[in-house]
């Protein structure tokens, strides 16, 4: 074989030798190159001339110094000349492998050097420099954050603010915020563990639980801390975690605080989703014996779509991944009761198995809850740490959130409502100029989405941010264009978001 | 640094080693009746939500003394306040609340400056803004979240502390780890104390910069780990960090110290790190106007890169803020998640802010203010030195209302919290996962609405149960020989 190879070349080599001598190449590189497929018979002709020189040097040695000593002899035997070489070389090989291997010598710097470097060493100024568009000013309200709102003095139709239900400004809620305040005053003072948990708190967890059929439900003080908590609490480093990849950011927050396997999947994609699980539990071998969760949101901050609960559930099922449902857009306005996304596609509560909410939204209270199996619960409760080292929810929001329970399942018509009004929104944006609908139609998040991009993720959001800023201005209609922080992930277009509520009435 | 008799060094430890062997033998049965069971399993094919010994601790330590644990209130976290009885039918595993309430004096809430209850000049105007501007906004700051109280909010809150700007949000823990990885990144460095508050690790471990940690309160180790951090680089590439921020709190809430802030900002100077001060506990409680912990200690804020701190303490609300330079928080504003899509603090939250602030600085046209933080400051230290007196070994500095009382042994973290409440005094105690292991104590959170018979019965009651409980480990008079055979902890 080899010899078949160095046939081969040496056909080819004298061509391109000739090629280079005619190119006027010079002479050493033809060489070079016409030695290469000689390396096998060179190998045998350099062992033959090295075992020449070698005794022949011997041989010199012998004639140059033949000392006495070689003809030496002791103790009857005749000592001869190549004994003392090889004696010699016995003793240098035992010098050599005596000798330490040679390292560099370590020479740590020294205080001097180091305080050299301290005083060299310059550090990035801790922000970047400040651009015009940075420094923006979000308008400021007058008045609560109503569907008819105060900004600068001047009325303005409010759609901005996640009050899906009008809540805001209702009597009832009001009420129950006063009573409260007047009984436990405004903060709890203190995390649950250390008498910050209040009545309401475990009223208000019961209430949760039962509104939505779950066995039980924990309630955290802030919005998004509930996601970026609870998920690090239920999966650890080595289980499996198949998310959206538009999720948006508190979640994506938690995901990379959990420290597990991270696996995106297209936005909304259920193929991609299907191929991805099938991806992991074919090529994973481990895969039974860690836990592995599916991450989606009901309705997307990010872009007002729907999560396919049902065909989720299915392939959940079917590749034995449990479900995580962040529901902050869809308690309350998803489903006939606003029980969420559940209710809606018609599937028992008990197939999802961890379901996270802000109450921020639909609910015109704030805080979130995470609710599920009462071993999700209870898990949670020393495990997570949004929960176990925040000061607990203000007992006031608390006792508001049981009251806005307590008005949506007696008032099923809210809802109704802010569906009309959703299609009748919808109706009208149908047909805009350059803009459109991103969003589910049944999503009361409504997204409108440049038609055409202008080819940067900075340019869209300066118009759509130029958009919503002249339609305050003109229309006194109070729309945002949606932010994205650097930290966030998500790549999905950027859009203007609209959100409805129930009590619209002007609307042109 | 802490330093623990070897005797009970040890009981402590035989008494965990103990309970874990009894936890082991009981999971040990449980597994073998589970599987003569065999009961149909649903959760077939699913990995259990705890793998493995993740809630061991929990199972066989924690739901034994669980009831000393998240007590439920039925009231605002005053002075007095009542404590829900409950009960238990299955050995601690759950509990249920009874309808009975017992009246107990508060030593545990963070209501420094006993803003929790109603207040005459803050809660009629938390009632007024609850009219005006609703329970809550609804939506995020840039999204129509911003109301008049919220920017009004940001004035006061910068000029209280002494910075040009300040931006506030909803919640404590969302500000420290929403905010650290804005300002931190890949090729940064933060130096943490290691005591720091777990939002500020999940903050620094959120930003993707690399941690390093210092001794508790040590300027000395912060100065060497700055050093050769400085010269050594980024770990493999060598190349110099981008920039360094040390991160430190004002008062740390489980050990009562004040952190040694003129010390540790002679350092980042020297070496141009940044500074990031949490004020969780100290602003609002500590200092003369209760600017806190700066003002205690005669730092001008400017020294301050960035000043964080919370609203759930001393002024009784909920949420945090951060104050730093007009440019840095134009930055926030523009990019900070905590800012962009988190709901804003509510607005009755934040007016009661606004009144607290200002009955603290004296624009509500009384000495109440003042008042509060002379009375913080006196019954801090009257109660500390008298627990010292008494043989109490307590943590902490002069003037901090907190005093963790230091209990060690598993047994005892029971024993006192159960026994102080048989005499309606609450406590609080602390162990494991927010302790370690061998430094179980209680603590005592001392606030301004305490009176000096409240703070004298307190003492009685805790007198009482510490003889009977056994954790007074500096009799009157420590004996030399007592302070040699101890072991040294961190």
């Not at chain 1, 002709?45 to 011997?58: A, H, Q």
């Not at chain 1, 305080?115 to 000013?137: H, N, R």
């Not at chain 2, 941690?211 to 980024?234: D, K």
């Not at chain 2, 804003?344 to 600085?361: E, K, T, Y």
């Amino acid at each position: 074989m080899d010899f078949g190879h160095t046939c081969n070349r040496d056909d080819v080599n004298p061509l391109n030798c000739n090629q280079l001598t005619r190119d006027g190449e010079s002479i050493s590189e033809i060489i070079s190159a016409g030695s290469v497929p000689r390396k096998a018979n060179s190998w045998i002709t350099m062992d033959f001339s090295v075992m020449s020189i070698l005794s022949n040097g011997l041989d010199w040695f012998k004639v140059e110094y033949d000392p006495p000593l070689a003809r030496a002899v002791v103790f009857g035997v005749p000592i001869g000349g190549h004994l003392v070489v090889e004696a010699l070389l016995v003793i240098a090989i035992l010098f050599l492998l005596l000798q330490k291997s040679y390292k560099p010598p370590k020479r740590p710097l020294t205080e001097k050097e180091i305080d050299m470097l301290c005083e060299e060493w310059v550090p990035e100024s801790l922000i970047p420099p400040l651009t015009e568009e940075m420094k923006y000013e979000s308008p400021v309200l007058d008045s609560a954050a109503g569907p008819h709102t105060v900004i600068d003095g001047r009325e303005v139709v409010n759609f901005a603010s996640t009050n899906y239900l009008g809540l805001i400004g209702n009597e009832k809620l009001h009420e129950s915020c006063t009573a409260a305040v007047e009984k436990y005053g405004v903060g709890s003072c203190g995390p649950r563990g250390f008498y910050g948990t209040i009545d309401v708190h475990l009223d208000c967890e019961e209430r949760i639980a039962k509104f939505l059929g779950t066995p039980d439900s924990i309630l955290y003080s802030f919005g998004i801390s509930t996601m970026f908590s609870a998920i690090p609490a239920l999966c650890k480093k080595g289980d499996i975690i198949v998310a959206d990849e538009g999720v948006h950011w508190a979640i994506q927050n938690g995901l990379h605080l959990s420290r597990s396997t991270i696996v995106y999947f297209k936005h909304n994609d259920m193929e991609s989703l299907g191929n991805t699980l099938e991806k992991i539990t074919r090529e994973n071998k481990r895969v039974t014996k860690v836990r592995r969760y599916i991450v989606v949101e009901a309705i997307y901050q990010n872009s007002g779509q729907l999560a396919p609960l049902d065909v989720i559930v299915k392939l959940k099922e079917k590749y034995r991944f449990r479900v995580l449902l962040d529901e902050t857009n869809s308690i309350g306005v998803l489903g006939d009761c606003g029980r969420g996304l559940s209710e809606h596609y018609r599937i028992p509560v008990e197939k999802i198995d961890v379901i996270t909410a802000a109450m921020g939204s639909a609910l015109a209270t704030d805080g979130g809850f995470c609710t599920g199996s009462v071993k999700v619960v209870d898990h949670q409760r020393l495990g997570s740490s949004g929960y176990v080292f925040s000061a607990s929810l203000p007992p006031y929001l608390a006792s508001a959130a049981i009251t806005a329970f307590d008005i949506l399942e007696e008032n099923p018509h809210l809802i109704t409502k802010l569906k009309r009004n959703i299609t009748l929104l919808l109706e009208g944006l149908s047909d805009l100029p350059g803009l459109s609908i991103a969003s589910n139609p049944q999503s009361p998040l409504v997204f409108l989405k440049l038609k055409r991009t202008t080819g940067s993720f900075q340019n869209d959001l300066q118009l759509l941010e130029d958009i919503a800023d002249l339609m305050l201005k003109e229309d006194s209609v109070f729309v945002v264009a949606s932010k994205r922080s650097t930290l966030d992930k998500c790549r999905l277009p950027v859009g203007i978001r609209i959100t409805i509520n129930r009590c619209r009435k002007s609307m042109s | 640094m802490i330093t623990i008799p070897y005797l009970t060094a040890l009981s402590t430890y035989i008494s965990y080693g103990l309970l874990f062997a009894f936890g082991q033998f009981r999971d040990f049965f449980r597994k073998v009746i589970d599987w003569w069971k065999n009961s149909s399993n649903l959760e077939q094919g699913y990995a259990p939500i705890c793998l493995g010994l993740e809630d061991f601790y929990v199972r066989r330590l924690y739901l034994r003394i669980q009831d000393c644990f998240g007590r439920p209130i039925a009231s605002a976290p005053d002075a007095w306040f009542d404590v829900v009885e409950r009960y238990s039918t299955d050995n601690n595993k759950t509990l249920k609340r009874t309808t009975k309430l017992s009246r107990c004096l508060n030593l545990g809430s963070y209501n420094y400056l006993g803003f929790a209850a109603a207040d005459e000049y803050c809660t009629p105007r938390v009632i007024d803004s609850l009219k005006k501007f609703s329970a809550s906004t609804c939506s995020a700051r840039v999204d129509g979240g911003t109301t008049r109280l919220h920017t009004e909010l940001e004035e006061c809150v910068a000029n209280f502390v002494g910075k040009p700007a300040a931006m506030v949000t909803g919640m404590g823990y969302v500000t420290n780890s929403a905010i650290l990885p804005v300002l931190m990144g890949k090729g940064s460095l933060i130096i943490s104390d290691s005591l720091n508050h777990n939002s500020i690790v999940n903050g620094a471990r959120g930003s993707g910069a690399t941690i390093r940690v210092f001794l508790h309160n040590t300027p000395s180790h912060l100065e060497q780990v700055l050093r050769e951090q400085i010269a050594e680089g980024q770990p493999r590439t060598h190349r110099p960090w981008k920039k360094i921020m040390v991160v430190v709190e004002g008062i740390y809430s489980m050990e009562g110290e004040l952190c040694k802030l003129p010390e540790i900002i002679a350092v980042c100077k020297k070496y141009k790190a940044y500074m990031y001060l949490d004020e969780a506990h100290s602003i609002g409680a500590i200092g003369k106007t209760g600017r806190g912990v700066c003002e205690l200690l005669g730092v001008d804020p400017a020294d301050v890169d960035i000043m964080m701190g919370t609203f759930t303490k001393s002024f009784g609300s909920c949420g945090g803020y951060i104050a730093a330079s007009k440019e840095l928080i134009d930055y926030l504003k523009y990019t900070c998640p905590a800012h962009l899509y988190a709901t804003s603090i509510p607005p009755p939250a934040a007016q009661q802010i606004i009144s607290a602030i200002r009955v603290i600085l004296g624009e509500d046209g009384s000495s109440r203010g003042a008042q509060k933080l002379a009375r913080i400051r006196e019954n801090s230290n009257f109660f500390r030195s008298e627990l010292q007196k008494m043989g109490f070994e307590v943590l902490g500095d002069n003037d901090s209302p907190v005093m963790p009382i230091m209990l060690y042994n598993p047994g005892k973290i029971p024993a006192f919290s159960r026994e102080c409440l048989k005499k309606n005094v609450a406590v609080v105690t602390v162990a494991f996962p927010a302790t370690p292991l061998l430094l179980a104590r209680a603590r005592i959170c001392i606030s301004a609405s305490h009176t000096r018979e409240d703070l004298i019965k307190a003492l009685e009651v805790i007198s009482e149960v510490g003889d009977l409980v056994g954790i007074k480990y500096f009799p009157a008079e420590p004996k030399k020989q007592q302070l040699e055979c101890r072991v040294k902890l961190d």
